[in-house]
């Protein structure tokens, strides 16, 4: 064992001094600046990979220990020597990697997890393909799941085999904070409590916490139901843009502080810069299943910038006519919405709400932005030949949008279902994360195969849906910003 260390610590220091002398010294390479960056690149890559591996090794070593150290304890008498045991146990890790007893605590129920039941992401950790941050998602979205469900998670996304695999990037080329989002999103739809009974606990525990910090500081939380909180998140934001100019030397987050500080206390907009402010343009989209949104089932909505809401919240909020949520209604067939599109160059409402329900952010590789300026945006632009269609269409923040103006990132092309990816400059090509749709759930007592007229030509589709093949299994109109509720009820009494 120590020789396999050894060997470890003298190829850490090989490629270090490679690091520290590349490009020192006179070089016979065409283009040696071009080649220090891509071998850093290529040490970076493979330094995340070898990471990764030393965190199953450290898993496993730390399970194993526990195990040992259980073995070799006399038997425990009371559940108070129990206790001290594992108190001792985890002490002893504690010190020997220089942490506090409460993270070494931690990674021993991490290790203990993935070691006991999440074999899937144990061996992708070992292989290198997840990172420990990718593993400490899994754990903690699978913590809360019976052994079944906890297999199905990481089956969903771990396992190509899978029933039903997760699509778009594989968990490793996403950021950790994007996986841990599709797996929550995953585990919310799938859990075998429903959403509805764990909403219900979780909006008894609603409340404000006050917590003092630093200089004069502090910070309040306010945990509320999803809608809710979205709402003030999108409001207080249009707003703070609103403000925004030239006489304005407030940033974003400082000014979206400013307005919800006044807003809360007081009734008008006190400290907020003289003259008219303008309406918030905060607008949220609702996805939701149609049965969902019926009554026939109960499951879970969509919430664009959140993820699963409880389709009584859903129902709640088009039923209230709020003024800032948007009803989308989706396929039952396939659980996607419809494709629009047109071959002028500005974009209609619809089309940029399209673009939002594709891509659900900014496509920029593991960018989070679901901000509401994003801006739709040719691939290929309009004057070198490209046209304003679904395929040819992205929606990067204002930051992503500049990088591709003002540099050799090059977006690459995308689909109806997929948003587009990115080459850098270095010639290397990054997926953009994909929406995780899925079929939605059907009533029991509706049959499943329906017997619909066969749309199968473009001619027999109705004269407002696009022609492209998933839609031919719809029977629906498009009006507007919803699908024809006459279309809905003849499809669902199609059987009778």
């Known amino acids: 064992m120590v020789g396999a260390f050894d060997a470890i610590e003298a190829a850490i220091a090989v490629l270090t001094a490679e690091v520290a002398d590349s490009g020192a010294g006179p070089s016979s390479a065409p283009d040696p600046l071009g080649g220090l960056a891509h071998g850093c690149l290529d040490i970076l890559a493979r330094v995340s990979r070898s990471e990764a591996q030393m965190a199953a090794l450290k898993a496993a070593a730390a399970a194993t220990y526990t195990e040992t150290a259980a073995s070799l304890a006399s038997p425990v008498a009371s559940a108070q020597d129990a206790a001290a045991r594992e ?9 020997v990697l220089t942490i506090g007893e409460r993270a070494a605590g931690a990674l021993l129920d991490q290790a203990h997890a993935l070691t006991t039941t999440l074999p899937l992401t144990l061996s992708a950790l070992q292989a290198g393909s997840i990172s420990w941050q990718h593993a400490r998602a899994m754990i903690d979205e699978a913590a809360c799941l019976d052994p079944v469900g906890a297999g199905a998670l990481e089956a969903h996304f771990l396992d190509p085999e899978a029933p039903h695999p997760a699509r778009g990037c594989p968990p490793g080329e996403l950021p950790a904070s994007r996986f841990r989002h599709k797996a929550r999103t995953w585990r919310e739809r799938h859990h ?64 979206r502080a400013d307005v ?30 149609v049965f969902s949104l019926l009554g026939a089932t109960d499951e879970p909505a969509m919430l664009d910038g959140y993820g699963p809401i409880p389709a009584s919240m859903a129902r709640g909020l088009v039923a209230n006519g709020a003024d800032s949520f948007y009803r989308v209604l989706v396929d039952p067939r396939d659980g996607a919405p419809l494709e629009i599109g047109r071959t002028s160059y500005r974009l209609t409402k619809a089309m940029r709400n399209w673009l939002r329900l594709r ?39 204002p930051k992503h949008h500049r990088l591709k103006h003002a540099s050799t990132w090059t977006p690459t092309a995308a689909a109806k279902n997929e948003p587009p990816g990115w080459t850098s400059p270095s010639g290397r090509h990054y997926r953009s994360e994909q ?62």
């Not at 409590?193 to 008894?204: Q, W």
């Not at 691939?379 to 923040?397: D, E, F, R, V, Y």
């Not at 759930?441 to 066969?454: G, S």
């Open 87 to 95: 108190m001792s146990v985890t002490a002893e890790v504690a010190c």
């Open 192 to 255: 075998a409590e429903s959403i509805e009974k764990r909403h219900a606990k979780g909006a008894l525990d609603r409340r404000v916490e006050y917590t003092p910090d630093h200089d004069g500081m502090a910070w309040l939380s306010v945990y509320l139901p999803a809608a809710t909180a979205n709402g003030i998140w999108n409001r207080t934001t249009a707003v703070a843009r609103g403000l925004q100019g030239p006489d304005e030397s407030r940033t974003l987050p400082q000014l």
């Open 260 to 289: 919800l500080a006044a807003g809360v206390l007081s009734t008008g907009s006190a400290g907020m810069r003289p003259g008219h402010v303008p309406p918030p343009r905060a607008q949220v989209l609702v996805t939701v299943p």
């Open 359 to 397: 891509d659900g952010k900014c496509p920029f590789p593991g960018c989070s932005n679901h901000s509401l300026d994003n801006e739709a945006d040719h691939l290929l632009a309009w004057h070198k030949g490209g046209t304003t269609g679904i395929n040819n269409l992205g929606q990067p923040c």
């Open 435 to 496: 929406q995780d749709w899925e079929p939605p759930n059907w009533p029991r007592n509706l049959k499943r195969t329906l017997n619909l007229p066969a749309l199968n030509s473009e001619k027999q589709l109705p004269h407002s849906t696009p022609p492209y093949a998933p839609c031919r299994h719809s029977y629906f109109e498009h009006a507007g910003q919803t699908l024809g509720e006459d279309s809905l009820q003849q499809f669902l009494h199609a059987d009778a």
